[in-house]
């Protein structure tokens, strides 16, 4: 298993992707705070460089990597992979991302804009994995998982730093959305050294439950396929880095339904007037299906990303 990065590993992450990426702003609705009885602030990295909190782990991945670097490869089912693309610009390198076959249209589209290389495989861990390798032999680039990797956990972990830093006050809980668990485990992390008091609870679809799986029974899960979620950013399971960080400091794991997911989606776009995709919203889905108590709370929720299709949203399907 690979150590985990130290909370000074964050902080130095944090001064490191500054200059080069967005300090998101938070946004909140008294409409929402009434309905829930709480004080929700949404941290909104949907309008991060790339669209999404990605754009983090990969900067700080890319710029701790040698000079000698030739390039960079990771497998993805879009964000990261547009976030790895975006980063290698930083550094004139190029970017080739492994990404399934079923990922969102618009998702490839912005790899090739940013200047990557997309390679098509199977939509299964194991085939991503695969291809990532075969690339890495074939092109000598350096490969930066989407989260299995130290300096991304750490440069996922500056969205809490900020998020904290940036409330008005205390928090009492923070709510993150669980896939492969890189953000989860750098907010666990930062908000163990600069919000103790508050807990933290990771949110997923009840389609895709490895995560609440693992937390329950202590021992990593694999993740169920073909995974049937409108939330297509957290299909991918835990590594054992981010199990084992999650195990160690989450308060708790709780599953949402598709219902759920789409309403919590729908209801973030015309509440707060902007557009997020469907990971981003299981948080406040998780709110509004009552899996987490939150009156009386200020509650921090990390709205994760904006990239989606806008030819298929889950309530006109």
Not at 2 to 20: C, F, N, T
Not at 187 to 195: G, K, M, Q, R
Not at 256 to 265: G, L, P, Y
């Amino acid at each position: 298993m690979k150590p985990p990065p130290l909370i000074e590993d964050i902080e130095a992450a944090h001064a490191r992707i500054a200059p080069h990426l967005h300090r998101t702003p938070i946004l909140t609705s008294r409409s929402l705070d009434c309905a829930t009885g709480a004080e929700l602030l949404f941290k909104c990295e949907n309008f991060q460089k790339t669209g999404s909190f990605k754009a983090r782990g990969a900067t700080n991945a890319v710029l701790t990597l040698p000079p000698d670097v030739t390039g960079v490869a990771t497998h993805s089912s879009g964000n990261h992979a547009a976030a790895l693309a975006h980063a290698a610009r930083l550094r004139a390198l190029p970017a080739h991302v492994v990404m399934p076959a079923t990922a969102p249209k618009a998702k490839r589209s912005a790899v090739e804009a940013y200047g990557g290389t997309v390679i098509s495989c199977a939509p299964t861990l194991a085939a991503r994995e695969e291809a990532a390798a075969r690339v890495v032999a074939e092109t000598g680039a350096a490969l930066v998982p989407p989260f299995d990797d130290p300096r991304v956990v750490a440069g996922q972990g500056t969205a809490a730093v900020e998020l904290i830093a940036d409330a008005p006050g205390p928090l009492d809980l923070i709510l993150v959305p669980v896939g492969g668990g890189g953000l989860l485990a750098g907010t666990l992390l930062a908000a163990s050294a600069h919000a103790p008091r508050a807990a933290v609870i990771g949110v997923e679809p009840e389609a895709a439950d490895d995560a609440a799986r693992g937390f329950q029974s202590r021992m990593l899960q694999p993740q169920v396929l073909p995974v049937a979620t409108i939330a297509d950013g957290v299909t991918t399971a835990m590594s054992p880095m981010t199990f084992e960080i999650m195990c160690w400091l989450a308060r708790d794991i709780v599953t949402v339904s598709e219902a759920a997911i789409a309403a919590a989606m729908r209801c973030i776009w015309e509440r707060l007037k902007i557009i997020v995709e469907p990971s981003c919203a299981l948080p406040l889905a998780a709110i509004l299906e009552r899996k987490v108590d939150v009156e009386g709370r200020r509650v921090g929720i990390i709205l994760t990303g904006g990239n989606v299709d806008l030819d298929r949203l889950p309530w006109t399907i």
